[in-house]
């Protein structure tokens, strides 16, 4: 066992992997990260598929399996995307069961198309989960305005729900919300309270967005600001009457999990986000490189207690509006998440293409 990842466990943080490909999984790599780094759980995007698919031969066989059978687009990446996630859902099952489904998850997103469509949204996280038949499997929702009522409805049903695209507290708060509602309804309707969600806020895009606007001295520090205000809005919300409530139903909290923890700066450290948010009752998913990383330190030090008050407003001094800043965040998330999905269907086309041209 790793001693330095093992440290964030004694903290009370959990470690997930933010990648899943057949590669990971055929090569023995993910079960020596659960083995060796603490690697609880794992997160997947369609970036993270797209890359796969594109920069290998890997899902050749699957992908020639499935038009075989007459899939295509959508369909056959829904597929093979949940081949790889059930095989993982296996490795981690150990894990989920051992904790009472507090740990060993991984999550699998609907179509980032769909983000301002609550109707879809709903209807593609209620298939996706009976599909994948694994109950340690999340169902990623963005945090929109239309995601929110989708989050709460999804929950009421039974869905586990990993909330994506949160940058602010105010959408983070909004989401744990919805989570909340959803439980409640559960618990007046006579059914079962427990089901799993995360609520995922995304830390290393704020500063990336705001490098070149303000003094060096500032820099990579908007992003912890803004995620150690939440954690405390987060720690407020599980002391809260109503949620001791909910708890005392059998219900369990939504924990707050870091994503985007990987060091766009090459100037700073490799594991800054990751020591800087060393917090108790999280979980941080880390791109390869950067659990890799962590595993290669000798020392972790403790996270340091952040004035986020005196932080906020040397950036608001240095004419950053935070609000506004939340707000192209998630525009270009949703963006972003969309581009990638659409790159994803065009690898997918045209890897199909070419393997039919093989076979003709």
């Given at each position: ?5 093992e440290?964030?466990?004694?903290i ?6 933010d990648?899943?490909t057949h ?8 079960v020596?990260y659960?083995?060796d780094f603490?690697v609880t759980g794992?997160t997947?995007n ?8 594109k ?5 050749d066989?699957v992908i020639?399996r499935?038009?075989d059978?007459?899939?295509?687009g959508e ?5 093979l995307?949940?081949e ?5 859902a ?12 507090v740990d ?8 980032p198309?769909l983000a301002?469509?609550t109707?879809?949204?709903?209807a593609?996280?209620e298939?996706?989960?009976?599909r994948a ?10 945090g929109?305005?239309?995601g929110i009522?989708a989050?709460e409805?999804?929950i009421?049903r ?6 994506t695209?949160?940058f ?8 744990a919300?919805?989570y909340?509602?959803g439980?409640?309804r559960?618990i007046?309707a006579?059914?079962?309270p427990?089901?799993?969600s995360v609520?995922s806020?995304?830390?290393?895009r704020w500063?990336?967005a705001?490098?070149q606007?303000v ?11 803004i ?11 599980l002391d809260?009457?109503r949620?001791q ?6 219900a369990r909290?939504?924990?707050l999990?870091?994503?985007s923890?990987g ?5 700073a450290?490799s594991?800054l986000y990751?020591?800087?948010l060393?917090l108790?009752?999280?979980i941080?998913?880390?791109p390869?490189a950067?659990?890799?990383?962590l595993a290669?330190?000798?020392?972790f030090?403790?996270?340091l ?8 407003a040397e950036?608001?001094?240095?004419g950053i509006?935070k609000?506004?800043v939340?707000a192209?965040l998630?525009?270009?998330g949703v ?13 997918i086309a ?7 041209a093989v076979?003709?």
């Open positions: 066992m790793n001693r330095t990842t440290k964030l466990h004694d009370g943080q959990s470690i997930w992997l990648n899943i590669r990971l999984l055929a090569s023995g790599t993910l020596r659960i083995r603490s794992l997947s369609p970036t993270i598929f797209d890359h796969a698919i920069n290998s031969n890997d899902y066989d020639r499935k038009l059978e007459g899939k295509s369909v056959l990446f829904f597929e995307a949940l790889d996630l059930r095989q993982a296996d490795l981690f099952r150990p894990i989920y069961d051992g904790t009472d489904g060993g998850w991984v999550s699998l997103e609907v179509s198309l301002h469509n109707t879809g949204t709903l593609a996280a298939a996706l989960h009976n038949a694994r109950p340690n499997l999340f169902i990623k929702i963005p929109t305005s239309e009522p989050i409805e999804a009421f039974g869905v586990p729900v990993n909330v695209l949160l602010s507290g105010e959408q983070y708060i909004a989401a919300e919805a909340m509602r439980v409640e559960r007046a006579g059914l079962d427990d089901v799993g609520a806020l995304f830390v290393s500063d990336v705001v490098a606007k003094p060096e001295v500032l820099r990579n520090q908007l992003g912890i600001a995620a150690r205000k939440a954690y405390g809005t987060y720690r407020t919300l809260s009457p949620w409530r909910i708890q005392n139903a059998g909290p939504q924990r999990l870091w994503a923890t060091t766009k700066d090459p100037k450290s594991i990751v020591q800087a060393a108790p009752s999280t941080n998913t880390m390869e950067t659990l890799n990383a290669a330190h000798q020392e030090g403790e996270a207690p952040e004035n986020t008050d005196r932080i906020f950036f608001a001094i240095a509006d609000d506004a939340a192209q998630l525009g270009q963006a972003s998440f969309a581009k990638s999905w659409n790159d994803l269907l065009d690898c045209s890897k199909s293409e070419a393997l039919r076979v003709a």
